[in-house]
């Protein structure tokens, strides 16, 4: 494993090295995937990129909307008190995440760009609405954070583009968020199947009038399960919608089978866990 390390100290640099060493340059946030990745011989830099002396990549700036810093932890997540009421989800995706070691310094950028259809935290940001910016030589773009997953291990990310950060609007009115998550063990365990939903309900408290519902695990890249969305926007939230929008969503979705689980074990989790993620949601207005 041989590169040379470079360490940026503005965003202009991180730009420019990036544009310069295009595809045989890589961006390292914690190194929680990248390192183990060059370990095993499966990506092998000629430059690798720090960005950890790069000034303000690591904020998390609330403003009518949420904007995350791609280098902003997932520890970071857990720990903002401000993400305790309707962003609760995001919490609970970010608190699962490896052990407290990987937490500590794995950020919320790796994680997009690491696109692996099992990461934690881009389901919540998908049932989130979320778009994410990236830098590159031809300036700034944002895409929607679903137009930027392609498939396993690819973005639309170009190369040598960095990735800045990841923003939302902050939910308002009734609205609540949840995560779930099932793996064979409790922490340290890549997702079997996960699940994150969004619902915002009427003024009665009873009418869904907007539903996300995101999925880890169960198709190439985190999916959006929108035709269990379409089943209960509109309609009272009840215990028979939320089992309907299960069997949806069980129906659509694409696993594999591995050495984690089979296909089939996969979608019968989807069938539990969706209704289990929209009562939890639901719980959350009471
Ligand atoms: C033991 C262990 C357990 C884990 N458990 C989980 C888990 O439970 N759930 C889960 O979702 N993940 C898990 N992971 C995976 C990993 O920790 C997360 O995906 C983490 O968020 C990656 O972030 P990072 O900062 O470490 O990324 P890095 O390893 O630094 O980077 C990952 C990739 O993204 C690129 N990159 C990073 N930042 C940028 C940027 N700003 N712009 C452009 N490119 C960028 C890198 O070049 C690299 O290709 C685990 C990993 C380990 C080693």
Redesign the pocket.
Known sequence: MSFQYHEPVSLAEAVDLGARFGADG????????????MRRGK?APRHVLS?HRVPG?DAIELNGSVRLG??VT?RAIERCASFQGRLRGLVEGAE????HQ?RN???????I??A?P????VPVLLALDATITCVGADGERTLTLEEFLLEPGRTA?RPG????AVRFAVPQGRTATAFLKAGRRRA????VVCVAARLTLDATGERCVEARIALGAVAPTTWRAREAERLLEGRPLTPEAMREAGRAAAAGCRPIGDVRASARYRRLLVETLVPRALARCRKRFE
């Open positions: 890589r961006f390292l946030a914690g190194g929680t995937d990248l390192i183990i990745q990506v960005l990549l791609a280098l997932h699962v995440v490896g052990g990987i310094v794995g950020t919320v950028g790796g994680n760009i690491n692996s099992a990461a934690d935290v990310r583009e960095l990735l800045t340290m365990e890549i997702s």
